[in-house]
């Protein structure tokens, strides 16, 4: 289950221009088949409902059973959404793009590069490499989830 740390009363972190939550957010990997999935649906269950979320990649991707399965340990799910491809986005306007893989950080940049849009990189390892028992492939997936997570509640969630 998702957990959101305990907010503290106190000045909100996020009134600081580099912390501002965007209205709209693009998390972009190399297939959308894994790291930025994974990224949208946990952004949606933390972050407040009025934020627009989205995620594509630069390629087409395959849908990744591996990511079904993280994502419901913390009950969460993808429904019927399938991989998309920044061209596939039927909205192109974002405040910020986060991208998760080299390539991705590359198209990010260069499709942003006449307009004022934030691009963070979360260098985010793919886990389709690792090789072993399915709960050492899993272990692997979960690992990106937790790091996803920490970097959105880093960055979004007020502390």
Not at 52 to 73: M, W
Not at 93 to 116: I, K
Not at 134 to 155: F, S, T
Request: charge should be negative; aromatic fraction near 6%; hydrophobic fraction near 40%.
């Amino acid at each position: 289950m998702l957990d959101t740390p305990n907010t503290p009363a106190g000045p909100d972190r996020l009134d600081t221009p580099e912390h501002r939550r965007p209205g709209a957010i693009l998390f972009v990997c190399g297939m959308n088949a894994i790291r930025s999935p994974i990224a949208e649906a946990l952004a949606r269950a933390l972050l407040p409902s009025g934020i627009y979320i989205a995620s594509a990649g630069v390629k087409r991707g395959e849908r990744d059973a591996f990511v079904d399965a993280v994502l419901e340990e913390e009950s969460l799910n993808l429904g019927r959404r399938q991989p998309q491809t920044l061209d596939d986005l039927e909205d192109d306007y974002f405040d910020l793009v986060v991208t998760l893989s080299p390539e991705a950080h590359h198209a990010a940049l260069e499709l942003t590069r006449s307009s004022a849009v934030e691009v963070l990189y979360w260098p985010t390892p793919d886990p389709t490499g690792t090789t072993g028992t399915r709960e050492q492939i899993l272990d692997a997936y979960r690992d990106v989830r937790d790091r996803l997570k920490r970097h959105i509640i880093d960055r979004f969630v007020a502390r």
